[in-house]
RNA sequence: GCCUAAGUAGCUCAGUCGGUAGAGCAUUCCCUUGGUAAGGGAAAGGUCUCGGGUUCGAUUCCCGACUUAGGCUCCA
């Protein structure tokens, strides 16, 4: 563990002495350009630049050879200490160099700061970074993008150029492989090669037409998310998609998020002057919570478990929006749990155990754990009292500590209604795919009086958490698309079987046993095509489909199939009712094949 | 929303230094009846994303819009 930490600690250090060294090439190649800021990051680094001319990703190969020329020089890497006012003179031509300088200054009362100089290259930076340039493993620069100096949209946008560099140019090739194993991936190319979504202009942007194939594998895990709620106590429930603006009003809503929602639908009425406004829910729980609110509670029936796979919209900005990934319209696997105080850790851990559960059936046996905590510098930006946000973030961590898995605290990363828990799906690329998420909520139960009357026989408030085990419908097909690169195992595959006779003389028997199969709610194709069968092996393949029924005379004669497994040879003939068998079992234990 | 790109047949892509476009696969039809990743032939298929401008003429040049992608910011 100390000896990962230690090539952690060296491998930021070189990508850090690398980031200085695409700058000092980009200031030969183009001397007036500004500087913004060039760190280290998890994959690589990247420096930002305020170009005089814009530049492209064809100079990229250019400025790649510059920083080639530059490592060979062999130069020193040397660091020295400058008063404040010195380094304002040094760095007078940089007007972003100079807004830290004052910035450290004025924030931190910073008397000196430190430069580090590489050839004729000298950077304001707190280090460390390598001693010679020739000690930068081998890199490589990956893509042009547009960011905000320092974050914030109101700032100018500089042009950040994206690197990677490692230790060994193994190491680097490993990387790069990966990316474009990514890439093969991605679950828009994958979408479109395998007929499962498309997201069409007259529509809108950002709102998903599911295609019959990966409409067959949502209903499966639909069904499924279902069968688990019921066995957990879970009552399923379904809500309107649109309501008054009351209602969001009550929700807060309207206060807080009216940007993110899409604008109401006015109705004209004789009797009122006002239009009566409907908005479309960017959220199921105030209907949740209106229909617990439909009649007096007791103590006695908690806890309440609504469940609800419910369609929200959201007005997100246009950039943001990514294939099936982020989206405008998408359905919620949505609960919210109404509980007691005395009820609140079991029920939290209940949940967690369910999440873990779920995401094992999917193929994701390593979840990362976050904890979503208060911004302590900005605490008018929530809601709830602050006993209440103390206590709330107090018990969560327990209950993580208790439990005794790894966690992280992502500090500012709550709602503005409360604290979360976040789990996110480790892939097998390794990259992390947020899903389940568990948010307490100090707002609504309070905006909406929710209440219950306990055994004292006086009304208490309850606590809410609103939580989602996959995210969205939407989200987590995507993730399944890049997770198995659209080989779905068995349970979860649009077509399970492909049956392909040889010749038309076998299409009867084709036939056959596809109805059978299809009695039997198995998802079966028959390719009657006029085709060679080499050619239909070859397009089941291209599909995906996991098995494939290859049937000719010999197999009709014995009552049989030749089974041919996606990604394998020919497995041989066996009798049809041992196939059967053996499909039904990868459906039932939900094989990951 | 902002920065940088891209948009040609259902798909993957050529192409036109300004004279309205082509291949492979897919589709339809015909021939072929085959044993584990492409049998052969023919036909059909395009407002070259959309709207302006320049021009005798624009898919090509210019301007704008839309969509998509990689980021920033934000998020299920």
Not at 74 to 88: F, G, H, P, Q, Y
Not at 146 to 157: L, V
Not at 576 to 584: A, E, H, L, N, V
Request: charged share 35%.
């Amino acid at each position: 563990m100390e000896e990962q930490k230690q090539k952690l600690k060296i491998l930021e250090t070189l990508r850090h002495s690398a980031s200085h060294l695409l700058a000092a090439a980009v200031l030969e190649m183009w001397p007036e350009t500004k500087l913004g800021i060039g760190p280290a990051i998890e994959n690589g680094f990247y420096y930002d630049f305020d170009f005089k001319e814009p530049i492209t990703e064809a100079d990229l190969p250019k400025i790649e050879e510059k920083m080639a020329e530059i490592k060979k020089r062999n130069l020193t890497i040397t660091c020295r200490e400058v008063l404040i006012n010195e380094a304002k003179e040094i760095f007078k031509d940089q007007p972003f160099k100079l807004e830290l300088i004052n910035d450290l200054e004025k924030d931190e009362g910073i008397k000196k700061v430190s430069l580090y100089k590489l050839g004729s290259f000298e950077d304001l930076c707190r280090g460390p970074h390598l001693e010679n340039s020739n000690l930068i493993g081998p890199f490589k620069l990956l893509s042009l993008a547009g960011a905000y100096w320092k974050g914030n949209e109101k700032n100018k946008m500089l042009t950040r150029i994206y690197g990677t560099s490692f230790s060994s140019q193994k190491e680097l090739d490993s990387y790069l492989n990966f990316l474009k194993e990514a890439e093969l991936r991605n679950h828009r190319k994958i979408g479109k090669d395998l007929d499962l979504f498309s997201i069409n202009e007259n529509v809108g942007p950002g709102l998903i037409l599911w295609h019959p194939k990966l409409s067959a594998t949502r209903e499966v895990i639909e069904e499924y998310w279902r069968k688990e709620h019921r066995k957990r106590g879970y009552q399923y429930i379904y809500s309107p998609h649109i309501g008054l603006d009351n209602l969001w009003k009550t929700s807060g809503h309207l206060d807080f998020f009216e940007e993110g929602m899409y604008p109401p639908m006015l109705m004209e009425s004789k009797d009122k002057k006002e239009k009566t406004r409907y908005f479309i829910k960017p959220m199921n729980c105030p209907f949740h919570i209106l229909i617990y609110k439909n009649r007096p509670r007791s103590y006695r029936e908690l806890p309440i478990r609504y469940c609800e796979l419910g369609t929200v919209y959201r007005y997100e900005e246009s950039g943001v929006l990514n294939g099936m990934l982020r989206v405008r319209g998408f359905t919620q696997d949505d609960a919210h749990l109404i509980v007691r105080e005395d009820q609140f850790v079991e029920e939290v851990n209940k949940v967690l155990d369910f999440a873990l559960e779920l995401n094992k059936a999917f193929g994701f046996d390593k979840l990362k754990v976050y904890l979503s905590l208060r911004d302590p510098e900005n605490k008018d930006k929530y809601v709830g009292s602050e006993e209440n946000w103390q206590l709330a973030e107090k018990t969560l961590k327990e209950i993580l500590e208790k439990r005794k898995v790894e966690y992280r605290e992502d500090v500012g990363g709550a709602k503005f209604y409360g604290p979360a828990i976040d789990l996110k799906a480790v892939d097998s690329l390794g990259r992390e795919w947020q899903g389940t998420t568990i948010q307490l909520d100090f707002n609504e139960p309070q905006k909406f009086e929710m209440t219950y009357i306990g055994k004292d026989g006086k009304e208490h408030a309850p606590i809410m958490l609103h939580r989602t085990l996959l995210g969205s419908m939407e989200r987590f097909v995507a993730t399944l698309i890049e997770q198995y690169a659209g080989a779905f195992p068995v349970w979860l595959a649009p077509v399970q079987v492909k049956v392909i006779p040889i010749s038309e003389k076998n299409l009867e028997y084709g036939k056959k046993i596809t109805e059978k199969m299809i009695e039997e709610n198995i998802r079966v194709e028959l390719d009657d095509r006029d085709e060679r069968m080499q050619a239909k092996i070859r397009d089941a393949e291209h599909e995906k489909v996991p098995y494939m029924l290859i049937v000719g005379a010999k197999e009709e004669r014995g009552n049989a199939v030749s089974v041919r497994m996606r990604g394998e040879k020919d497995l041989g003939p066996q009798a049809f009712s041992d196939f059967f068998k053996q499909i039904s079992e990868d459906i039932d234990k939900k094989r990951q094949v």
